[in-house]
T-cell receptor, first 107, second 116 residues
Framework: GEDVEQSLFLSVREGDSSVINCTYTDSSSTYLYWYKQEPGAGLQLLTY?????DMKQDQRLTVLLNKKDKHLSLRIADTQTGDSAIYFC???????FGKGTRLHILP | GAVVSQHPSRVICKSGTSVKIECRSL??????MFWYRQFPKQSLMLMATSNEGSKATYEQGVEKDKFLINHASLTLSTLTVTSAHPEDSSFYIC????????????FGPGTRLTVL
């Protein structure tokens, strides 16, 4: 079945880059997504990538997709305190979510 | 962007009662809505896919008689937790899907259900 795996925690110093990794199983997914959930809030779509793309850049966000290895990553450049949140990787038309990576920003 | 609302935002009920949660797409029509459940510090678990005018499709392990879903219009889906028990206490989130190029889902703010 479909499964999405990601590490649970990541600590990064303010100003550094954050890289959140994710692996997925459904190779037929047309789109892959990154969602952000801030404390006490709902989910917000951060960015997405079409499955025939290798990379997508959107301001401070860079998404890399390795279809062969079924590996997706999200890089946040110049990480700020406002980036503290849980980041969910998701795949598929039904949006199967990973468990989320909690990003903690160190001063 | 598109807005999805949920009502109520919080509900506390006694064990054995039923609770209805509404999910509305405010400024767009959604042929498909999804219901998720989120346990504390855990990911979202897809419960069911709701298509307007047809029966919902439930994920494996989700009791369809326990979690009744109705999608009577293009802007409203409801989830009724029947005969609620403390283990049903959770954060329930709905999303509405736009049939856009990347099938973006817009999430509601969630409903926190506490069953005493």
């Amino acid at each position: 079945g479909e499964d999405v795996e990601q590490s649970l925690f990541l600590s990064v110093r303010e100003g550094d880059s954050s890289v959140i990794n994710c692996t997925y199983t459904d190779s037929s997914s047309t789109y892959l997504y990154w969602y952000k959930q801030e404390p006490g809030a709902g989910l917000q779509l951060l960015t997405y990538i079409f499955s025939n793309m290798d990379m997508k850049q959107d301001q401070r966000l860079t998404v890399l997709l390795n279809k062969k290895d079924k590996h997706l990553s999200l890089r946040i450049a110049d990480t700020q305190t406002g980036d503290s949140a849980i980041y969910f990787c998701a795949e598929g038309d039904k949006i199967i979510f990973g468990k989320g990576t909690r990003l903690h920003i160190l001063p | 962007g598109a807005v999805v609302s949920q009502h109520p935002s919080r509900v506390i009920c006694k064990s054995g009662t039923s609770v209805k949660i509404e999910c509305r797409s405010l400024d767009f029509q959604a042929t498909t809505m999804f219901w998720y459940r989120q346990f504390p510090k855990q990911s979202l678990m897809l419960m069911a896919t709701s298509n307007e005018g047809s029966k919902a499709t439930y994920e494996q392990g989700v009791e369809k008689d326990k979690f009744l879903i109705n999608h009577a219009s293009l802007t409203l889906s409801t989830l009724t937790v029947t005969s609620a028990h403390p283990e049903d206490s959770s954060f329930y989130i709905c999303s509405a899907q736009l049939a856009a190029t990347y099938n973006e889902q817009f999430f509601g703010p969630g409903t926190r259900l506490t069953v005493l």
